[in-house]
Structure formats: C-alpha cells, structure tokens
C-alpha cells in the first residue's frame, strides 16, 4: 500500500469540507476554520454533478483559484472531483493534491477510460468513489483503469448506493459492498464519506461509526461555515464546530498485533451486524410476498396449508442444511417459525376478524 499514512498522519484519516466552492470567502472561512481544527486535508467540489439541471453545478474553473488560496494561507492539501478530461487538466494545472471521481463517473467506463488516459505519467492520490450501483465488478474496474495508466497512489470511497426504495438514509451504505471490495482489493485504501449516505448531519454520526468498525481508513465528511445557507447538499452539511465535536465522539479502536483483538472482535460484529440487518430485510421481503399469495388463495378460494408445498420447502432445505455444514436443527426451527408467520399471515388475510 502507497503511504498515505505520510499525508494524512494516524487514522482515521479526515478530508473536510464543503460540498461546493460557493464564493472566495465561504471557502477560505471555512477552509480556516477547518484548518484550526487540526484538520489536514481540504474537499471542495468544483463542477458539481446534480442529478437535474436547473440545480447549483458548480462555480466551474475560477473555484481553483479560490483552493490555491487555501492551500497557500492554511498549509492544508487540497482535493476536488474531477469528471472529465478538461477538469483533469485545470485541476493539474492549478497545482489541486489529491483528485477523486465521483459516483456518476465511475459506473461509466468510458469515462473512466478518458479520464485514466488523460491521468497517464501523473503522481498525484486518486480516489474513486464507488458507482451509483452496488457493482463491485465495476467498482474495480475502475480502479483498473486508472493502475493499467500507472496511477500508483490509489485509494476508494464508499458513499453509498442510489435506491429505489425509500429508506432512510440518502444512499443505502449497502455495508456488504465496502467489506467485499476491501476483501478483494487488501492493498488500497478505503475512505467512507457518511455525508452522502447520510443526507442528513444527524446520521453522520452513527455511519461513521460503523465506518471505523469496519475499519475504514478514514472519512470525508462535508464541512460548510453556514450549513444552512449552503448552495448544494444543505442538509448533510456541519460546521467546522460541529464536525471537531463529531469527531471526537467516535471511538477508533486500535489493532493489536496478535490473535482476536477488540477490534477484531468489533470488526466481526459489524459483519454480523451487516447479515443480521439483511436478514431483516429478507424477512419482511419474503412476508410480503407471503401476504400477496394469501391474497390470491383467498380469490381463488384455496386452503391456506398446501401441505405438499410445505414438504417440497423443508427437503429442499434440509438437504441444503447437509451441503453447508448447517446443522438441520437450526434449519428446521427456522424454516418452520417462517412457515408459521406466512400461515397467520394468510390466515388473517383470508379469515379476517369480524
Ligand atoms: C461530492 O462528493 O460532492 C459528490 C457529488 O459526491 P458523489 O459523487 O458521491 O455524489
Ligand atoms: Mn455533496
């Protein structure tokens, strides 16, 4: 692994500030303000994203001008997203440290490609956030890319995944997906930015602690001197205040060097964590369904037990228990709870009290 350790000091490591560059002074004040919090590397987007036109996108090239400042009078590194070729070369030329490439860009491999092509002979960090789709496959081929153009100094970003379904946060973290790249890419760095899956600052929080449990290197977070007022992603946004006193709520457990340490052990929690909250998911997925059937037994006036059926799922299962060193106890407890919650399901669907 590159050492990034060497930029940005002991983990986790911490990349703030706004979402946009709005004005010279809202990037310098927040920039200073983040600066005098210890923080050491310094975000600002630039040429914005946004899913629809109409929406702020960005002051364009003169916001370079505006990170340099900050570079000069804060002594801080500083990074900004870039999706094209032009951005690439305005952000080398403007002397920007670090560069990352957004959710949009990198589910798109012909962007991709351009821009890994225009990045050939460069030093400089690239971090590539993970694509709006939870692809893992896609994910790392964009990281291909950019090592097959020499890119030596390589790291990846978990900002969540774009749902259809309403949930809670903004992007569903999709947890699986940052343990499944770091099981296939050990060697790269990995960066969560809770803001973007968070949509709100009140997440911010408990993401990032789970972040850190599942023993991310560090966060990018959106810092804004005045949240409220910001010109994109107002809602996700802290101050520089709000986020020293975020961050010195999370608990970074430290690795020891040998056998299952506290942290593994919390490590390990997280994993389960992430399964459990899955099955949860897959329960009230499959009682669903569970209850549509009930619907259609009741029109076509159809008993709620289909004894064969029933017969067909516990083989099937307890065959499955046998192939997976699963002990066919637990498979018949479980199986049959589930089957006893799809039946009063139907039951009150098809009978219901008067
Ligand atoms: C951002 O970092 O401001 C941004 C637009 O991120 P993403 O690509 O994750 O949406
Ligand atoms: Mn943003």
Known sequence: MIDFKQLFGSRPWIIAGPCSAETQEQTLKTAKELAANGIKV???????????PGNFEGVGSEGLDWLRTVKNE???????????????YESLKAGIDIIWIGARTSANPFAMQELADSLKGVDIPVFVKNPVNPDVDLWVGAIERLEDAGI??????????????????????????????????????????PSHIAG??????????KALDLNVDGLMIESHCDPENAWSDAKQQLTPQALKEM??????????????????????????DVLDDMLIDLLKKRMNISEKIGLYKKENQMAVLQPHRWDTIINKYMMMAG????????????????HQESINIQDKIINPKK
């Not at 804060?74 to 690439?88: F, Q, R, W």
Request: hydrophobic share 40%; aromatic share 6%.
């Open 152 to 193: 030596k100094q390589l790291g990846l970003i978990h900002r969540g995944f774009s749902s259809y379904e309403k949930i809670l946060y903004r992007n569903a973290p999709i947890w699986q997906m940052p343990i499944e790249i770091k099981r296939r890419r050990p060697d790269l760095p990995l960066i969560c930015d």
């Open 200 to 209: 709100k600052r009140e997440y911010l929080l408990e993401i990032s602690q």
């Open 323 to 338: 192939e997976n060193n699963l002990s066919r106890e637990l498979i018949t407890k479980i199986f049959q709870a589930i």
């Open 42 to 52: 310094f975000r600002a987007g630039i040429w914005k994203p946004r899913t629809r």
């Open 74 to 88: 804060t002594g801080m590194l500083v990074s900004t997203e870039v999706a094209n070729v032009k951005h690439v």
């Open 247 to 272: 961050l010195e709520q999370l608990v970074v457990r430290e690795i020891s060097p040998e056998g299952i340490s506290p942290k593994l052990l919390d490590e390990l929690r997280a994993k389960i």
